[in-house]
């Protein structure tokens, strides 16, 4: 992927993920940041250079802590700003935010995508960024496993997505591409991506 097709890509993530440096919850009530960074735990939360912008100064961890709960306890769904706190308020720089993205991308997005799709590198590049979406707002997700009783999750979850995809089968992958939890304007962006990336295929 070259550094224009990487900026191209990061531009999408912030038109559907939004660049929100403050903590909110997301349709499934899950703490986040940034580009749609999942906060699992306070400790999590606590590892992250937040600024208080209010004292011009580094958030201590009783603060974090103390946003954490507040964001915590407040309906899931919201509009971002409705979380941004009216008092001490904590945020991470755009520096941060964008740093954080680009090594998300590049450390653990990007090479799950070549684990599930050993072929991704050579991809059509509409193909590529309705990919990175996918997993972006899904994650990789794990195997099912019928012994143990465990079904897949994340894009691992989209059997038949993985089939068209390994088969460049980009008309079918535009098909099973949707995603019951994204904006129907998400959803319809992706699977243009993939009728686009039909249009590059090799012959």
Wanted: proline share 5%; aromatic share 10%; glycine share 6%.
């Amino acid at each position: 992927m070259t550094d224009e097709q990487e900026r191209a890509v990061f531009g999408d993530l912030v038109r559907w993920e939004g660049a929100v440096p403050w903590l909110y919850l997301d349709v499934r009530g899950f703490p986040t940041t940034g580009l749609g960074f999942l906060v699992k735990t306070v400790a999590d939360s606590e590892e992250l250079p937040w600024k208080n912008i209010t004292a011009g100064r580094e958030a201590t961890q009783d603060e974090v802590k103390l946003d954490y709960d507040r964001v915590l306890n407040m309906r899931p769904a919201l509009p971002a700003a409705r979380y941004r706190s009216a008092g001490t308020r904590l945020e991470l720089t755009s520096a941060e935010v964008v740093a954080r993205a680009i090594r998300r991308l590049r450390e653990e997005f990007l090479p799950a995508l070549v684990r599930i799709f050993p072929d991704f590198d050579i991809f059509p590049f509409p193909a590529q960024a309705a990919l990175i979406d996918l997993v972006w707002n899904l994650g990789a997700g794990r195997d099912g496993d019928p012994v143990l009783g465990r079904k897949a999750t994340g894009l691992r979850a989209f059997s038949k997505l993985r089939l068209a995809v390994n088969n460049r089968d980009w008309i079918a992958a535009s098909a099973c591409s949707r995603r019951r939890t994204s904006r129907d304007a998400r959803n319809e962006w992706t699977a243009t991506h993939f009728i686009e990336a039909s249009k590059e295929q090799p012959t």
